[in-house]
């Protein structure tokens, strides 16, 4: 088997996935770092696998761990074993973590958001349209990055002032390129942040999730410090990244398909449909890293050894043919069925997908009806992504955002 080495600098992301995907639904993968691991990368084996009792959590099955090769300075050792959470565990322990978690984030709940998250939106909407016209503008920066942030922050009661240092601190931690030497000082400083915030919840509760996670502690679930404060980080760390990466991803895939872009904005496609095919098509994130196989398991025509380390390669399988035919690598935002994986499949499925889903459904519309003449404002062909191999995350997304709606001359 051939291996296949991620780019840590994620300089063509499409032609990469298809290398996996040619590779077979198995790949030998080499992750920066020199740190070798397999991928997953067909549609239905990686649903096999995320439901695979034999597919686990904790890392001390991985036989590169047990032999002490992975060193606590490796860029991605924040991901590979970032404390105990519902992240690293299965089970019992997977079940009672996770549940006080979704209880928060059901549909239900998450509704009762909309009208904040409306508001956020229609603040950061007054903000791009008081930026100097004609300009190009950093649509990430000034609109698919803040309103996330605030809204995971205010579901988790984190401080506005804390947001630099947690962009900071995150760009280091999911980025390939931070010097293994700041690692350690890295993890250590998001561990004191987070800590911080726990402390300040439990001597101030307010109706907040970390407030909630900590009184059901108190009550009987037995959740330790630790995995508090680790499942408030995943949870701010999940819950902005994605949502950041889907509202970018959705105005590059509506700038380069201006066929699709004319009939959403006439309303003959609706914005469910764009923001599911965006998530299949170009995923919010690449892959997940990693699950470790107790003993030695059939993938397709190959085997997944025993103790190996395992990745789901999300941006390979979204564009299975095998799944969704021949057009597989075409956009198509009136595509049905379409039944991605994009969030995870199974007991692991990402709890906050209804909350990434309507902070989409309520910021996009939004956006293009104030400024429905947006438009990149440079080729697609010079989008560059940061050196992030978990997540599809661009740098920037210059825009044109014309005249807004009403206020043409």
Not at 140 to 146: R, S
Not at 220 to 243: F, K
Not at 325 to 350: L, M, Q, S
Request: charged share 25%; net charge negative; aromatic share 6%.
């Amino acid at each position: 088997m051939t291996r296949i080495a991620l780019d840590p600098f994620v300089r063509d992301l499409d032609g990469e996935s298809a290398a996996l995907r040619a590779a077979g639904p198995l790949a030998e993968v080499e992750l920066p770092g020199g740190v070798h691991v397999y991928a997953v990368t067909r549609h239905a084996e990686a649903r096999a696998l995320l439901t695979d009792s034999r597919v686990v959590k904790d890392i001390n099955v991985w036989n590169a761990w047990q032999r002490g090769e992975i060193p606590m300075d490796w860029p991605l050792i924040g991901l590979a074993n970032p404390g105990r959470s519902m992240l690293t565990v299965d089970g019992a322990d997977h079940r009672r973590l996770r549940t006080l978690v979704a209880q928060a984030l059901t549909v239900k709940r998450v509704e009762r958001l909309r009208e904040g998250i409306e508001a956020l939106t229609n603040a950061s909407l007054e903000k791009l349209a008081a930026l100097p016209a004609g300009e190009p503008v950093d649509l990430k920066a000034e609109f698919a990055y803040p309103l996330p942030m605030n809204v995971i922050s205010e579901l988790m009661g984190v401080d506005a002032a804390d947001h630099p240092r947690l962009k900071e601190l995150f760009e280091k931690f999911f980025s390939t390129q931070t010097p293994p030497e700041e690692v350690p000082q890295m993890m250590a400083d998001l561990g004191t942040l987070f800590t911080k915030i726990v402390d300040s919840k439990r001597a101030n509760p307010g109706d907040d999730l970390t407030s909630a996670l900590i009184a059901a502690s108190e009550d009987g679930d037995h959740l330790s410090d630790e995995e508090i404060v680790n499942t408030l980080q995943l949870i701010i760390a999940a819950g902005h990244e994605t949502t950041i990466s889907l509202i970018v991803n959705v105005v590059e895939a509506l700038a380069t398909h201006p066929e699709q872009r004319k009939k959403v904005l006439n309303g003959e496609i609706g914005w469910d449909g764009v923001i599911e095919e965006t998530l299949r098509w170009n995923t919010p994130t690449s892959h997940v890293l990693i699950r470790f196989a107790t003993e030695d398991i059939e993938v397709g025509d190959r085997v997944l050894p025993k103790g190996e380390g395992l990745i789901v390669s999300f941006g390979a399988l979204g564009r299975d043919e095998e799944q969704y035919g021949p057009t597989a690598g075409e956009f198509d935002a009136t595509r049905t069925p379409n039944r991605h994986i994009a969030f995870g499949h199974g007991p692991h499925v990402c709890p906050g997908a209804a909350l990434s889903r309507l902070e989409a459904g309520i910021a996009l519309p939004a956006l293009y009806e104030r400024f429905p003449e947006l438009d990149l404002a440079v080729p697609a062909s010079e989008l560059r992504n940061k050196p992030i191999v978990t997540q599809n995350d661009l740098h920037e997304l210059p825009v044109e955002l014309g005249c807004p709606f009403g206020h043409g001359s």
